[in-house]
């Protein structure tokens, strides 16, 4: 075991070793700038891990894969409050993600009195203000939330109020960067940023955006970077999949596929056996 890695008990009170705790994350709050991934399956979590990515973020859907995938770094999981009607709800679906292994819950656009609820549990948090697309009605659209007095004190406001719940740290999403290094600087949670500049103590994008891919075409946000261009690359996969189909096809038209070296042969003796055994009972003399 790397020692780097500190040896932690989860709330399922299960033995693990991880990059960090929240104890440590908060003691770094403005002494480290971390970085933040959202991963949609193993194989992006386990290259951040060994990238040295220092928080990931997922949904549920692929939970179990991607904690066994990184099972070293701080993973923090969201929940859809559309799918629960009830705080005890809610909380069951989070002690079922404990058991999974995450570290940290993503409130994203839950009801106050769910988070209040889940905090007395002493399950770690993090909140969500800015631009919050679930709530994208109430603040005009997608677009960025805070470049007025009004909607600043606003998003002042929801982290203060997530602060005072118990959440550790709070994603700010695409806020003005002058805004958010202002309340970086008063909040005692950490504040992790998406769109809204570098001030934040955590960087946060997602790792389609990094990688470059879309499956709906959609362009990279202006926020995001792409570091590769994965979308050429599965084109790319793609034209060879069909070139390796055709090919198949062909040989197999053509008697090229299976040659011998793709067969398993029978003992010659036992061959000749199995031979006479079938035309004897083919003749009825069985």
């Not at 202002?182 to 934040?200: D, R, V």
């Amino acid at each position: 075991m790397k020692k780097k890695y500190k040896k932690v008990y989860s709330l399922a009170h299960q033995a693990g070793y991880r990059n960090y705790t929240v104890r440590d994350l908060v003691d770094l709050k403005g002494r480290k700038k971390l970085t933040q991934i959202n991963v949609i399956t193993p194989e992006e979590a386990a290259a951040a891990e060994l990238a040295d990515i220092d928080l990931l973020i997922t949904g549920a859907d692929r939970l179990k894969e991607i904690r066994e995938a990184a099972p070293n770094t701080f993973l923090t999981c969201g929940i859809k409050y559309t799918e629960h009607e009830s705080k005890e709800s809610i909380a069951r679906k989070c002690f079922e993600l404990i058991e999974l292994g995450v570290d940290s819950i993503h409130t994203n656009s839950w009801n106050l009195n769910f988070i209040k609820y889940i905090s007395e549990f002493n399950i770690p948090l993090q909140g969500h203000v800015g631009f919050v697309p679930m709530k994208s009605t109430w603040t005009g659209g997608v677009k960025p939330v805070g470049k007025t007095l009004k909607e600043a004190i606003k998003v002042y406001e929801d982290i203060i109020e997530l602060e005072n719940i118990g959440c550790w740290a709070v994603e700010v999403e695409c806020i003005p960067a002058d805004i958010l290094a202002e309340i970086s600087k008063i909040t005692k949670m950490l504040t992790i940023s998406i769109g809204s500049g570098s001030k934040s103590d955590v960087q946060f994008l997602f790792a389609e955006d990094i990688l470059g891919y879309h499956n709906d075409s959609s362009k990279t946000p202006r926020h995001a970077k792409k570091y590769r261009n994965f979308d050429k690359i599965y084109q790319d996969i793609q034209k060879e999949r069909i070139k390796a189909f055709k090919k198949y096809q062909t040989d197999v038209e053509f008697k090229k596929f299976p040659a011998k070296k793709h067969s398993v042969l029978a003992d010659q003796k036992e061959l000749m056996k199995f031979k006479k055994l079938i035309t004897d009972w083919n003749n009825g003399n069985k």
